[in-house]
């Protein structure tokens, strides 16, 4: 596609439910990001993926909290047992190559999940 | 200890007008990109600008332009000639090298939010 695309665009879930939120990158780039904006904040990194490499985890803030690449292309992030301070947009980039490019990355329009 | 700063939760300024966001960075290593991005109501993140550690001029994109201050470690961002549209949040990100973990990823300031007066 012309972009990255995010879906669902909003998410609202009972406290405990299961969510997964969807990113289909731009296609050809091969590093797929997911980031966490909360109300008010910055963009917290989460997870990456740069090709058949295995996944930089490390800035999952827990167990709960999962991410993988089918294909190399499309990503689900699922979050498990939500908690009311998971809510947030939930922002997923792509670029051409891990370290991106002067370009910078491309995002989607996130996932703006409410967990009540 | 924060990465990056942005001194500045909100930003208002006349039409027209030339405005300066700024932002400071934290790094021991020598290669590092900066990047300023926008964030409208709408919520998609716009690319604006981009500068290399290693660059000797500093950035510029039409109406955007960046003041690098290596010694100083900022990175502040001029919008010239203000419009309606500029208002929005404005992040400032650095990318540094891979660090095993680090994978490239951007960190980001807690932004600045710019409002044009008419």
């Known amino acids: 596609g012309a972009g990255v695309s995010q879906s669902p665009s909003n998410k609202v879930t009972e406290k405990g439910k299961d969510v997964e939120l969807r990113c289909d990158p731009i296609s050809g780039h091969t590093a797929l990001y997911w980031y966490r904006q909360s109300l008010g904040q910055g963009l917290e990194f989460l997870i990456y993926?740069?090709?058949?490499?295995?996944?930089?985890k490390s800035g999952l803030p827990s167990d709960r909290f999962s991410a993988e690449r089918t294909g190399g292309s499309v990503s689900t992030l699922t979050i498990q047992r939500t908690q009311q301070e998971d809510s947030a947009v939930y922002l997923c980039?792509?670029?051409?190559?891990?370290?991106?490019?002067?370009?910078?990355?491309?995002f989607g329009s996130g996932t703006r999940l409410t967990v009540v | 200890a924060q990465k990056i700063t942005q001194t500045q939760p909100g930003m208002f300024v006349q039409e027209k007008e030339a405005v300066t966001l700024d932002c400071t960075y934290d790094t021991s290593d020598p290669s590092y990109g900066l990047f300023w991005y926008k964030q409208p109501s709408s919520g998609e993140m716009i690319f604006l600008i981009y500068q290399g550690s290693y660059d000797q001029q500093n950035a510029t994109e039409g109406r955007y332009s960046l003041n690098f201050q290596k010694a100083r470690k900022s990175a502040n961002l001029v919008i010239s000639a203000s419009q309606l549209g500029d208002s929005a949040m404005y992040f400032c990100?650095?990318?540094?090298?891979?660090?095993?973990?680090?994978?490239?990823?951007?960190?980001f300031g807690k932004g600045t939010k710019l409002s044009v007066i008419p």
């Open positions: 990100a650095m990318r540094e090298p891979y660090s095993g973990a680090g994978s490239y990823q951007l960190t």
């Open positions: 993926f740069q090709g058949n490499s295995a996944p930089d």
């Open positions: 980039a792509s670029s051409l190559r891990g370290q991106g490019s002067n370009y910078g990355y491309t």
